[in-house]
């Protein structure tokens, strides 16, 4: 049997002491500890929003930086916060069997920010994935991307990071960041022109075969995909 005792989470969102609006929040609760997820995307949460009341599990913080929405049951929660061009450190509490419970949550001011560029011509790389993942015990990892300039700028907290950077075409990169309070900036990541593999997928008759997806491995494993056409 299921049993759903709603609990409606509500609070401010702020950075620095100002509200932040615009912020996307999204919240997972696990019953106990146990392994049933209890979360949903946009849609079906649209579609379960109950009329004239907070909406279901996702929700955008509002001009004044206040949240609301609806959790199904109390538990430990995974909370995951999205703004600014970026997916920033997921929060985890433990909600509380109550009718409301009022969760504030304060961003960090602290910025990681710097340029990607080809190794080689030394041109900016746009749109080139640009995660920082902790390294001294925290969870979770903020992640975002480059603009037009190659310029990228990363909301974190102090501490250590391994700053992974990812862009088409070029091989990736990864930097071992300590980031003190005040934050860090003018970091400069190259990346290195990656090679192309090609070839051509066969049956046993020697006929073109389509939609296979093609994995590269390499020795650290990180991946490269594509599907043959």
Known sequence: DLVLRDVVVAGRITKAGQPVSGVHVEVRVREGGGATSMWSGPAPAAAMAPAGGPPPLRTSSREDGSYELVVFSPG???????????????RYVEIPDVERYELDIDLPSTTVSGIVVDRASEAPLREAMVGARRTDGGKGAVVGSSGPDGRFALSVEAGEYSLEVRAPG???ASLSLSVPQDGLSDVRVELDPGLVLMGRFLDEAGRPVAGVTVLALTADEEVASTDSQ
Not at 76 to 90: D, N, R, T, V, Y
């Open 76 to 90: 430990s929660a995974h909370i995951q916060l999205e703004g600014g061009g970026q997916l920033h450190l997921p």
């Open 170 to 172: 070029h091989a990736g």
